[in-house]
């Protein structure tokens, strides 16, 4: 039997076993994408309906995160974890074998359903196993280096298997990843969970809260082609609000609520979530944009439009491991304003791209430059997310970065999605519809989309400077002086 010193020495592995586990969640979001037109002539799923195979996981996984946090909390983070990577290992499988368009939406959705049960979770295990502190920083390098890398990578391993092995396989990948890591997880990751309150279940809000979560991640997702002004898209929105605020009334009640409000209080805590929001609105949208223009400007394969992601990746998996050495010496709030002004500076370099640019000046410049700053950006914003909060509760906070990323990503995408796509359709009707025109108008619009997304960043910056507490970030750097290399008990 596995004793706690045995967990101790072996906390650098399980760290290891989690980062895995957390790029087959971000990978799932993106590798998908390059697979699409294969996926849609195989299955026979409509151009209008394809979206739904992206889409259907996006759904999930942000309507479920809250929830998927809070149970890790009060059912045991290891056995929730597991029971994540069983649900995503079952409907890979499925998915791969879909023979028509629902099952292999509904296998997405259920894909995005053990992810959001996954990644706060396995964050949560990360935050209880390593103390608050340089030790903890280091860790959250990694697991931000592969959060940050993670969607450029799927680009590229999402091309390799398409082409070579067929695009089943895209699916089929987390099978082995998934009974690899359940194999490992009970030797080296403890069993943690809340005991410090009453364990009882907030069936209400849990329903409430999904509900109104979800309800706003297809209202976002779906508006490009339904209207932002459509009836839908507003009666969506206004149902999604009337959950939430229902949500609201009955945590005010509850004795053991869902999301205790008090944690807001925390002015860092809900500053870093705010911050991840306009975090997430960036970089969903600058991984979909440079692939849109590699592809239908610049004629680049899919192969190589993954491969030119690699400088990226990289760059990211660097500046993540440079940024948790910084925030232990400087702390959170400044290296986080540093990786805002690099993202904003590498978004506008992007909304210069031309019809007839270069990979050296249209896209591995910009790509290192914002790559720079979303590795410091990633890291800081986990860190600040979670910084002084009691471990009973780390599965809340895992949970609420998480989903703000992910609806921050949702919307900034929608959103910038519509601005470009707004632009080119009004220079290609200017031009009397003439295909000549198309690339032309097509450059227009991505430029816009990475002006609108270098303004995201920018919105970032500021919150960051407003909201992330000065006191909380040099008590982080004094917990760590003295912190030395004490583990943390389990």
Known sequence: MTDARDYLERRWWALGLLCMTQFMVVLDASIVNIALPSIGEDVGISQENLSW???????????FLLLGGRLADLLGRRRVFMAGLVIVAVASLAAGFAPDEGSLIAARAAQGLGAAIIAPSALSIVTTIFRDGSERNKALGA???VAGSGGAAGVLLGGVLTDGLGWEWVMWVNVPVALIVLALTPSLIPESRSESQTRHFDLAGAVTVTAGLSLLVYAIVDAESAGWGSTQTIGLLAAAIALLGVFTAIELRSHAPLVPFRIFR???LTGANAVGLMVGGSLFAMFFFITLYMQQVLDYSAIEAGLSYLPLAVTIILSAGVASQLVTRLGFKPVLAVGLVLVTAGLVWFSQISVDGSFTTDILGPSLLAAMGLGFAFVTTTIAAVSGIEDHEQGLASGLINTSQQIGGALGLAVL?????SR????????????????NALVEGFQSAFLGAAVIALIGLVLTLILIRGSDSRAHVELSEKEGTSPVAV
């Not at 195979?53 to 309507?63: A, K």
């Open 266 to 268: 925390k002015r860092t």
């Open 53 to 63: 195979v992206v889409n259907g996981y996006v759904l999930t996984f942000g309507g």
């Open 417 to 421: 999605a519509t601005i470009a796509n």
């Open 424 to 439: 080119t359709d009004s220079l290609v009707e200017d031009a009397g519809g003439d295909p000549a025109a198309l690339p």
């Open 143 to 145: 697991w931000g280096a």
